[in-house]
Structures are given as structure tokens and as C-alpha cells.
């Protein structure tokens, strides 16, 4: 008597499709929790302190390769949600002063934000659309509501300086927003914030001579506050404007 092969219990192929979509989002998850206990001492203002010689010396030497690297390291640590985003920006400011340093800043950011979209879109974004949008009552509303005001809502959440940057990543990625219009908000968005703290990174030089640390709160200085809030409320504008309008016609 010949025993029978007992059958091994299967993936059904829906599910490791399912699986799959999720593997990106899981990967950046994982690397973004460990690098948050690992990274914390390498990616701070100490560090950059006590490396700067070092860095501006390799910068002389190789600046083509020291401008790939740095962007390579933004968006690394962008896209994995890594600490020290605002002490990268502040070395692009440091190594290459206010400009180019922005526009290094903004590309690596942008790069990096578009990663982690990616990512966000593939394993929940179509699913968690497609839910949204068969959804009535509130949920509903607020999807049609975000649908009809897309390019306004995006700028605002890049502009708000209260809205976390990997929340902005991942919001647009959920609600269906299409690829190229979150590049573009992104790269426009983040142009504010990112001189303001690049030009901090630009005079970091004379803080290290007084054996200071810079000022990250200065974004919230009204000189600077004000003029950024008043982008906020010119992207907000048209919202209030289409809001107006459907009133008026019920």
C-alpha cells in the first residue's frame, strides 16, 4: 500500500497579487522603523557639526559626484521616512549655498516624495480609491470634494507648515491623485519652506564659528509665516470661490 500525496495548502493568485502590491509599502515601513532607531545619531545637527570639515574638503575634491551623492541621500531619506530631512536641507544650504543648494534640496525631496507615493498608490491607493468613490454620505462628499479641488488642496498641504511631509505623500496617493500632478504640486509646494531652511543651511558656517545650533523655528517668524500663509490662502481661494458658487445655486 502506497501512501498519497497529501496536497500543501496554496496561495490563491488573487491573494499573492495582493501580497505583492504590498511589498514596497511594507519594505519602506520596515527600513523607516529601523532607521528611526538607528540613524537618529548620523542624521543630526551634531553630526554635521562634526563632520563639515570633512565634507566641504570631499565637496572641493569631487563637487559633480558630492551633488549626485547628496540628492541620492535625500531622497533616500525621504522615501524610507528617515529622521534628518530638515538637517539634509541643511546641508544642501551648507555645501552649496542658498542656490544651488534649493534647487538640490527640492530635487531630492521631489524624488523622494514621488517614491514613497509610488509605493503608497500601488499597495493601498486603487483599492482605497475605488472604495472611496462607491462610498456615499460624508466619505463621499469628501472624496468629490477633494476630486473637484485637487491642484488647490495639494498646494495647501504642501504649503501648511503643520502638515507632516510624509502625510503629503501618502494623502494624494490614497485619494486617486494622478502621478503628474503630485510631481508638479510637490516641485512647486515645497519651494517656500525649502529656501527658507536652505538659506539657514547657507549660514551655517558663521553658527559653527560661534558654537551655536540654527534656528529651525524661524519658518514660524511672522516675516516669514505670514508671506506663506498668504500662498496658503490664495490656493485656497478657488476652494472658497466653487464653495460660494453651490450655495448660491441650492
Known sequence: MTDTPQDTPTMPPQQKGRLAKLLPLLAIATVAVIGAVTLKDYLSFEALADNREALLAFRDAHYVATVAAFIGAYVVIVAFSL???????????????????????????????????????????????????AAGGAVGKIKRGIDENQWEMLFLIRLVPAVPFFVANLVPAFVGVPLWRFVVTTFLGIIPGALVYTSVGAGL???FARGETPDLGIIFEPHILLPILGLCALAALPIVVKALRGKKEL
Open 205 to 207: 558656517g558663521e553658527v
Open 83 to 133: 529622521p534628518g530631512a530638515t538637517i539634509a536641507t541643511l546641508t544642501g544650504g551648507f555645501l552649496f549655498a542658498t542656490f544651488p543648494g534649493v534647487l538640490f534640496n527640492i530635487t531630492g525631496a521631489t524624488i523622494g516624495a514621488t517614491v514613497i507615493f509610488l509605493a503608497a498608490r500601488l499597495g493601498l491607493g486603487n483599492g482605497l480609491e475605488a472604495r472611496m468613490n
